[in-house]
């Protein structure tokens, strides 16, 4: 009798603890398939995050190019014309930048040929790019007129400040050559009904003149520069940049200048 209580005794203590080593094992488990989960949900989230950071370092930066002018529009006249530096400037910079496959590079139209500043603001919207450089150039009445003038979306745009930063590194890239390139805004104040003032403010100025600005500026949905590269009027002006050498020279400026604002090393 007290042997059969003694088993008894000892299978109700052996119980349990069997119970206990299954619960054990059944947590082990529960937490080896959260873990699994977790490893699983972590491979993924490194999988996409790696391949995002991929894409955004690999990107390519859309740079629309404007030649002002073109075709049967020669702009102002002088020396040569305005379509003709233009054009050519755009040719050297839009090849510069066709070699480096940091960059897709578009046109507002080809050169030999102009658009109006709608038909050209329309392009740029449907193309959707991520920057937009017109370049022109300007007579002066006065032969002795020199200068670069680059001009920035207005402070009140929403993209003045990428717009200025591309203008600002333009400047720096061409000062280097003993240039005397400025950079600001280009404001039309009325004085009567279809009469227009131009209105020039430094980039320091950021009040709000509540005036138009250039309407390419105006009807581009994308940053824009616009910079004045001659004076087709000034000897000097031609001379050292309405040439073979002259594009390419201004070209490699234009481009020194979008690498450094768009392009991390």
Not at 237 to 246: C, F, L, R
């Amino acid at each position: 009798m007290s042997e059969n209580n003694t088993n008894r005794k000892t299978e109700k203590e052996t119980e349990p603890n069997d119970q206990k080593i299954q619960r054990q094992i059944s947590q082990k488990k529960v937490l080896i398939a959260i873990l699994a989960i977790a490893i699983i949900f972590s491979s993924v989230f490194l999988i996409r995050h790696f391949m995002t950071s991929a894409k955004t370092v690999g990107k390519q930066i859309t740079v629309e190019l404007d030649a002002a002018f073109g075709g049967d529009q020669p702009g102002d006249e002088g020396i040569i014309t305005a379509a003709e530096y233009n054009e050519k400037t755009v040719d050297a910079l839009e090849l510069l930048l066709k070699k480096d496959g940091n960059f897709k590079v578009l046109r507002t139209h080809e050169a030999g040929t102009a658009g109006s500043v709608d038909q050209r603001a329309e392009k740029i919207n449907a193309d959707k790019p991520d920057v937009v450089l017109c370049i022109r150039s300007e007579g002066s009445r006065n032969a002795e007129e020199s200068g670069m003038k680059i001009y920035a979306n207005v402070p009140t745009s929403p993209y003045h400040d990428q717009s200025l930063a591309l203008a600002d590194q333009i400047k720096a890239s061409f000062t280097e050559d003993v240039w005397t390139p400025s950079v600001g805004y280009l404001y039309y104040r009325p004085v009567k009904s279809n009469t227009f003032q131009i209105h020039y403010a430094d980039e320091a100025d950021l009040k709000d003149y509540g005036e138009e600005t250039l309407r390419l500026m105006q009807q581009c949905d994308a940053p824009v520069v616009v910079s004045t590269g001659i004076h087709v009027t000034n000897q000097s002006d031609v001379d050292t940049w309405a040439s073979e050498n002259g594009y390419k020279k201004a070209a490699k400026q234009y481009y020194a200048a979008l690498k450094a604002v768009y392009v991390t090393d």
